[in-house]
């Protein structure tokens, strides 16, 4: 009965819709002049003040578009895998950034010149958002998303959400799963300036959606979308453990 | 219509994964059952699938209960039967 919702899905975040070629425009700003001289500076303190170590590099697919996904713990996150990345690869990614942390003047000024960032309102303008987020992907560019939709107080893991898994699925795109330690020590919530610490951030395996496309031919679409994102959920713990063990 | 509103009882049950004798019919689902809020989109798909009915995303805001639901789905086979 409930089976095989998608095609309502898909209508709702406009899968189908021709994306214009000037579409990643809206996303660039006249302050990414700066980008090389900020990350010039975000080397030295990642090599020399936070020891950044990298893992997993060689899991991230070698064609765009895909997802990647790490968990939030920290205003530093976004910019550490950025840096683990490398410049190729970054300039390619366009962050959704929550409103409430985009809307002030600093982090504005501060993700312009690091990314190209994606405003989103996750209460108001979920579903703008996601079509947004799909349009990048489906112009071959990369979307970095934090599945728990919000920064964790605690530095623990939060829920997650399941818009990332229902983004893969309806676009086709891989998910990288990523696990980002040692920020949280470095500058939680309300601290404005890092701490040297020890940051490590783990690339693991893409999660295909063939299987999953599949599944939504006969299954309810939410549960499919819920799928993807526990076994994402899954994926960074495993990522989280094997940090752990090191 | 008792009919029909049965047959969205035990879709929304079946979404929701609760049985369906203990869903209020003005319960919110989502604070009282601990729905998440895209399976209030999944309700909306549910009703596309079952009846052909392409509920516009605007109205999720007003889903809150099963009757809305059923409201809802009254409303868009009226309108669809024109």
Redesign the interface.
């Known amino acids: 009965m409930s089976q095989g919702t998608s095609e309502y899905w898909r209508k709702l975040i406009r899968i189908d819709d021709p994306v214009p070629a000037d579409y990643l425009k809206e996303f660039k700003s006249p302050l990414e002049i700066f980008r090389p001289l900020f990350y010039f500076i975000i080397n030295l303190i990642c090599r020399f003040y936070l020891r950044v170590k990298v893992f997993g590099l060689e899991n991230i697919p070698q064609e765009l578009p895909y997802i990647i996904a790490p968990n939030h713990v920290s205003a530093l996150d976004q910019t550490m895998v950025s840096y683990a990345l490398g410049s190729k690869r970054r300039n390619q990614m366009y962050t959704l950034a929550v409103k409430h942390f985009y809307d002030r003047f600093f982090p504005r000024i501060f993700m312009k010149i690091a990314a190209n960032v994606m405003r989103i309102d996750s209460e108001k303008d979920f579903f703008p958002a996601i079509r947004a987020a799909v349009k990048v992907l489906k112009l071959g560019k990369m979307i970095y998303i934090n599945p728990e939709g919000t920064r964790s107080q605690t530095g623990e893991l939060l829920p997650f959400r399941v818009g990332v898994g229902m983004i893969a699925v309806e676009t086709g795109v891989p998910i990288v799963p990523v696990y980002i330690h040692g920020t949280y020590q470095s500058m939680p919530t309300g601290k404005y300036f890092p701490k040297p610490s020890k940051v490590t951030v783990s690339f693991g395996e893409p999660i295909y959606m063939d299987e999953y496309i599949k599944r939504k031919q006969t299954e309810m679409a939410y549960d499919v979308y819920r799928s993807i994102t526990d076994e994402l959920l899954k994926r960074i713990i495993s990522l989280k453990v094997r940090k752990e063990n090191l | 219509m008792a009919e029909i509103e049965q047959e969205i009882r ?2 929304v049950a ?2 929701i994964k609760r049985d369906e004798k203990s869903i209020e019919p003005n319960a919110n689902i989502f604070t009282e059952y601990g729905v ?1 809020s ?2 209030g ?2 309700i ?3 009703l ?3 009846y052909g009915l ?1 509920v516009p ?1 605007q109205k999720l805001r007003e889903i809150k209960t099963l009757n809305d639901i059923v409201r809802i789905a009254r409303e868009q086979m009226s309108k669809k039967a024109g």
Do not use: N, Q, R
Request: proline share 0%; no cysteine.
């Open positions: 035990s879709m079946k979404i998440d895209l399976l989109v999944e909306l798909a549910g596309d699938k079952k392409d995303e």
